[in-house]
């Protein structure tokens, strides 16, 4: 069986039109290891895509995986290794077909 991994994952996010405080955050029960994004985004304006300006705050923590996301890491894992082995055979058979004909 496999190890589950640390994963990081986005326990909160928020944004406002002015600066955060304590007040505004302290409900988070951050923990030491904690990852805290704030910042201030100027906004952009574009014929399709327009956002106003803000405050915005990220936490991010590691957190162990769930099963589900274990299986799906694997899963994707053993994909990833048959398609790798596929291409490998796919070369091989080109170099040995370049090979042969001299």
């Known amino acids: 069986m496999s190890e589950r991994k640390s994963i990081k994952k986005q326990i909160y996010y928020d944004t406002k039109d002015k ?5 505004n ?11 805290i994004h704030i ?7 574009s014929e399709n895509n327009s956002w106003d300006a803000h405050h ?13 996301e274990m299986n799906e890491r694997l899963r994707e894992n053993e994909r990833y290794l ?12 080109k170099l040995k077909k370049e090979f042969e004909e001299q």
């Open 19 to 23: 600066p955060f405080t304590w007040k």
């Open 25 to 35: 955050i302290k409900h988070i029960g951050f923990q030491d290891d904690d990852i």
């Open 39 to 45: 910042g201030y985004d100027d906004g952009h304006v």
């Open 56 to 68: 915005f705050i990220q936490v991010e923590r590691f957190v162990p995986e769930t099963d589900e």
């Open 82 to 93: 048959e398609e790798m082995k596929k291409k490998r055979y796919e070369n091989y058979l």
